[in-house]
């Protein structure tokens, strides 16, 4: 969550981040809420200021009888307050309670308000409105009309579609044979290329979470339609950017040990309750599907250097598989709800005819952090700050399989298999029709 303070000191910057993200929330309510939220503690601070004074005055009169020889007890000396006392107790007790629900609603709307886009953020609320930062080689030219992936991967005998449709319903995907293996070479090859060259620690979390992680990351509650949630009350993870930024809930890191980069595969659950009228075939926007995901945890002073690192690894694996690509910077309003700053990548599909978002990476500044109460430390005895989180896909395997199936597509209906991946693949150099 944003900083509380600003609906005191700056409510027209959060007003602003709001119609910049094309987001609908009652700013002025929440400027309502903090100020009755503050009377209510001051109120409260008063009474118990009072009873303190009250308190030394009883000590005061005991001390003063004592020096002129009479004798008064403690009792003795609450009796002329006590019903100044027992009122007191009385209003702290409600207006403890007005605390408690003020702070409650108080918090429960911050869980609405989104991130503050970066001061340089493009504006727009359309994906017309993103800036293209680079362009990585030019798109391979076919001399025949390049298909999609999901005619090639079944005429390669590789995807199977009506199969995965009477197991599991629309939107999910059936690999066999060398797609399957593709799959499993990909995320391999991932995980291999950011432990071993873009120094990321692997984590292998659960696939299930708890609402805390959820609302952490800021998956809850702006998109709980998204989620597939289980009887027994945990979520299916949407992403592995849940568990892995709820590694360090309630922990004060040592700022030494910072930045803390760590990498993940995780398979992936999502309705995609809002894909009405987007990409639904093929591999493209499924409920289930693998990413490789890249995380860190570093200072705020850090951040835009590393977010910038976070984009340059996710970039290496589409340049070793030699996959046309460009790096688009987000507008306020295609960003994230949690992100400050964001970049997507979008890989060129010559059987689409189009780029397609292939990862995408945002830093959160202490967005998350907030809300996960993950703090750093400097030095002994001194006071904890947040630290900034910020996240990738490196990447997300289905549409990277995609891609080379369209990039590397022959006209005999073969397809090469990037050299970047034989090695995981026992050698296998292309796959054949038939």
């Known amino acids: 969550m944003i900083d509380p ?7 027209d910057k959060v007003k602003w981040a709001v119609q910049a993200k094309g987001v609908e929330v009652d700013v002025d309510a929440i400027v309502a809420l903090e100020e009755a939220r503050r009377d209510c ?61 003020a702070e409650a609603a108080f918090e429960q709307r911050l869980l609405y308000v989104p991130n503050l886009p970066a001061d340089d953020t493009p504006p727009g609320l359309t994906e017309a409105e993103n800036v293209e930062m680079l362009a990585w080689r030019e798109p391979g030219r076919f001399l025949f009309e390049p298909k999609p992936h999901w005619e090639l991967g079944v005429d390669l005998g590789i995807i199977d579609f009506e199969a995965a449709v009477r197991m599991s319903g629309s939107q999910f995907v059936l690999t066999k044979g060398l797609g399957a293996l593709m799959e499993r070479a990909l995320i391999a090859f991932m995980l291999d290329l950011h432990t071993r060259h873009h120094g990321y620690l692997e984590i292998n979390p ?26 027994e009350g945990p979520y299916l993870i949407p992403t592995a950017e849940v568990p892995l930024t709820s590694l360090h809930l309630g922990e004060i890191i040592d700022a030494d040990r910072l930045p803390l980069c760590y990498t993940a595969y995780t398979p992936c659950f999502r309705s995609e ?43 290496a694996v589409l340049k070793a598989l030699n996959l046309p690509f460009r790096r688009m910077r987000l507008c306020a309003g295609e960003m994230s709800f949690s992100a400050a700053e964001a970049y997507d990548l979008e890989v060129w599909m010559p059987g689409m005819g189009k780029y397609v978002e292939i990862s995408s990476c945002s830093r959160f500044t202490d967005y998350q952090a907030r809300r996960l109460n993950t703090r750093y430390r400097e030095g002994q005895g001194d006071k904890p700050r947040f630290v900034s989180t910020m996240n990738g896909s490196g990447l997300a395997c289905g549409r990277t399989f995609a891609a080379i199936l369209e990039n590397y597509q022959q006209e005999d209906g073969s397809v090469i298999i990037p050299e970047a991946l034989r090695p995981h693949m026992g050698g296998a150099s292309h796959i054949l029709p038939g």
């Open 5 to 11: 303070k600003l609906f005191r000191t700056d409510p």
């Open 41 to 101: 503690l001051y109120q409260v601070e008063q009474r118990r200021a009072r009873k303190k004074e009250i308190s030394k005055q009883i000590g005061a009169a005991i001390g003063q009888a004592r020096k002129e020889g009479r004798d008064l007890t403690p009792e003795q000396a609450q009796a002329g307050f006590q019903h100044e006392q027992d009122a007191l107790d009385t209003e702290i007790a409600d207006l403890e309670a007005q605390l408690a629900e």
């Open 206 to 231: 659960p696939f299930m979470t708890l609402d805390k992680c959820l609302i952490g990351s800021g998956q809850l509650p702006k998109f709980e339609e998204d989620l597939y949630r289980l009887r």
């Open 273 to 315: 309750a809002g894909s009405a009228g987007k990409e639904t075939r093929g591999m493209i926007r499924v409920h289930q599907f693998h990413k490789v995901e890249l995380m860190k945890f570093c200072k705020p002073e850090d951040e835009r250097a590393e977010l910038m690192k976070l984009v340059d690894d996710a970039e």
